[in-house]
T-cell receptor
Framework: AQSVTQLDSHVSVSEGTPVLLRCNYSSSYSPSLFWYVQHPNKGLQLLLKYTSAATLVKGINGFEAEFKKSETSFHLTKPSAHMSDAAEYFCVVSDRDNQGGKLIFGQGTELSVKP | EAQVTQNPRYLITVTGKKLTVTCSQNMNHEYMSWYRQDPGLGLRQIYYSMNVEVTDKGDVPEGYKVSRKEKRNFPLILESPSPNQTSLYFC?????????????FGDGTRLSIL
């Protein structure tokens, strides 16, 4: 069975400083990994996805994530936080054991950005 | 515009009164799914469907029903809602070509069962 652990439930940064949201996964084989963002009263928007083509994945709005198989991690980073980045972020692994690609969600990390 | 549309966005109702939350997608996706989101638990899958007339239980199916009579629609039915079904619900869809196709989410339906 696959699982995802987001190591921080809440992260607070100042505008213009780097963002690091940590995610570890458990998978019996090569996973499909995603980061989604959820702004208040909105649905989930895909930030980026790991497709096994490259370990460093670039997403929208300046976000990146690096797949590290040896550490079973897929941390999300951004060099400089913007006020509009304040939202909840979910690390997600796709379950290919069954159910045609069910998504397994982490518990979420709420990102606050201070002026 | 490619989208997943849920209705209603908000609903307050009472225990035992049957309700249906509709979900429609315009991307011709085979796979559709319902999730509920609760604080500290992330999103958990309720039911999913691989195609028309093919549905199966997710992780938390108790108290819910679904149907998939048409490819674009995947309604979630609460026959006898109870307060523990108060939650934020999301419908999602994706194509089935490849395992890393991202899911597209609706904007959510906030249900309050009194």
């Amino acid at each position: 069975a696959q699982s995802v652990t987001q190591l921080d439930s809440h992260v607070s940064v100042s505008e213009g400083t780097p963002v690091l949201l940590r995610c570890n996964y458990s998978s019996s084989y090569s996973p499909s990994l995603f980061w989604y963002v959820q702004h208040p009263n909105k649905g989930l928007q895909l930030l980026l996805k790991y497709t096994s083509a490259a370990t460093l994945v670039k997403g929208i709005n300046g976000f990146e994530a690096e797949f590290k198989k040896s550490e079973t991690s897929f941390h999300l980073t951004k060099p400089s936080a913007h006020m509009s980045d304040a939202a909840e972020y979910f690390c997600v692994v796709s379950d290919r054991d069954n159910q045609g690609g069910k998504l397994i969600f982490g518990q979420g990390t709420e990102l606050s950005v201070k002026p | 515009e490619a989208q997943v549309t849920q209705n209603p966005r908000y609903l307050i109702t009472v225990t035992g009164k049957k309700l249906t939350v509709t979900c429609s997608q315009n991307m011709n996706h085979e796979y559709m799914s319902w999730y509920r989101q609760d604080p500290g638990l992330g999103l958990r899958q309720i039911y999913y469907s691989m195609n028309v007339e093919v549905t199966d239980k997710g992780d938390v199916p108790e108290g819910y029903k679904v149907s998939r009579k048409e490819k674009r629609n995947f309604p979630l039915i609460l026959e006898s809602p109870s307060p523990n079904q108060t939650s934020l619900y999301f419908c999602a869809s994706r194509g089935l070509r490849g395992d890393n196709q991202p899911q597209h989410f609706g904007d959510g339906t906030r249900l309050s069962i009194l």
